[in-house]
């Protein structure tokens, strides 16, 4: 078993930056797709972005050039550099791990909210 835990949302003001922390309990990052999801009310959980173990991303059209997704070393925190954010970037953003080995694990989430 495996815990994610997410941290560094929070409220800004448009035009503003995050960043987003997925920390694994174990190394777990290093043999799959993480990736980073958003849910807001009313709407199903959408996919942000993405990196796979060999590095390679893949963004929601809306975000690109705007969000960063990346991943240590270690293999045990995946980051979400957000900048330029607009109101509607608001949401709870989900980490997201998908192992090779069938495995899938989600954190708990973290709020963003992005004011006008």
């Known amino acids: 078993q495996v815990q994610l835990v997410e941290s560094g949302g929070g409220l800004v003001q448009a035009g503003g930056s995050l960043r987003l922390s997925c920390e694994a309990s174990r190394r777990i990052f290093t043999n799959g797709v993480m990736g980073w999801y958003r849910q807001t009310p009313g709407k199903q959980r959408e996919l942000v972005a993405s990196i796979t173990s060999r590095g390679t991303t893949s963004y929601a059209d809306s975000m690109k050039g705007r969000f960063t997704i990346s991943a240590d070393n270690a293999g045990t925190t995946v980051y979400l550099r957000m900048n330029n954010l607009k109101p509607e970037d608001t949401g709870v953003y989900y980490c997201?791990?998908?192992?090779?080995?069938?495995?899938?694990?989600w954190g708990q989430g973290t709020q963003v909210t992005v004011s006008s």
């Open positions: 997201n791990v998908r192992t090779f080995s069938l495995e899938v694990y």
